[in-house]
């Protein structure tokens, strides 16, 4: 079975500094997709970045990139120039290919301070 | 337009009383999900259902039914509520056959049984 992992419960970043979530994966598949979602208070859960395991070159959104590191089964999350909104709960998903569910590792609390 | 939408958003009702949760996709998707949020913030697949067909049932108890009438539409039916159930209830969906296929999230319902 797949698992996600997330080591940091918690993480603190300033306004305007950059801060990194790891995410750690577990699975004998070659093709699946890693994802990144958003849990603002609102508690929508929102699309932050989408990763194909088949391209090597990783994801950039905007502020948000991605470190996919294939072999080590690492794929942690980096968000430049922090900002207030950006505080939020932060999901690693990983989705099998051909399959539709997500499995989501435990989550990490980000806490912006200006 | 919302995308997945769910009703109500709170809930809150005593043990041993039957409740419905429905949600509705306007984005013409053929997959549909229900996850569960716990209290800790883990959140796992219950359903999955894709063109009006279960095809994912993650253990859950048979208190829980998904009801699906057609394919925009995913209830979900909690027979004889226990105190164990008080949790965030995410619908989902998202189109199968694609390579890029993400899922969208409704906003939750919490459900809180006393």
């Known amino acids: 079975a797949q698992t996600v992992t997330q080591s940091q419960p918690e993480m603190s970043v300033q306004e305007a500094e950059t801060v990194t979530l790891s995410c750690t994966y577990d699975?004998?598949?070659?093709?699946?997709?890693l994802f990144w979602y958003k849990q603002p208070p609102s508690r929508q859960m929102i699309l932050v970045i989408r990763?194909?395991?088949?391209?090597?070159q990783n994801a950039t959104e905007n502020r948000f990139s991605v470190n996919f590191q294939k072999a080590a089964k690492s794929f942690s999350l980096k968000i430049s120039d922090s900002q207030l909104g950006d505080a939020a709960m932060y999901f690693c998903a990983y989705r099998r290919a051909g399959y539709s569910t997500l499995t989501f590792g435990k989550g990490t609390m980000l806490l912006v301070s200006p | 337009d919302t995308a997945v939408s769910q009703t109500p958003k709170y809930l809150v009702t005593q043990m041993g009383n039957d409740k419905s949760i429905k949600c509705e996709q306007n984005?013409?998707?053929?997959?549909m999900y229900w996850y569960k949020q716990d209290s800790k913030k883990f959140l796992k697949i219950m359903f999955s259902?894709?063109?009006?067909?279960?095809?994912i049932n993650e253990t859950v108890p048979n208190r829980f039914s998904p009801k699906s009438p057609d394919k925009a539409h995913l209830n979900l039916h909690i027979n004889s509520l226990e105190l164990g159930d008080s949790a965030v209830y995410f619908c989902?969906?998202?189109?199968?056959?694609?390579?890029?296929?993400?899922?969208?999230f409704g906003q939750g319902t919490r459900l809180t049984v006393v």
């Open positions: 984005l013409g998707h053929d997959t």
């Open positions: 259902y894709n063109n009006k067909e279960l095809i």
């Open positions: 699975t004998s598949e070659s093709d699946y997709y």
């Open positions: 990763q194909e395991a088949y391209k090597q």
């Open positions: 989902a969906s998202s189109r199968q056959g694609t390579r890029h296929t993400e899922a969208f």
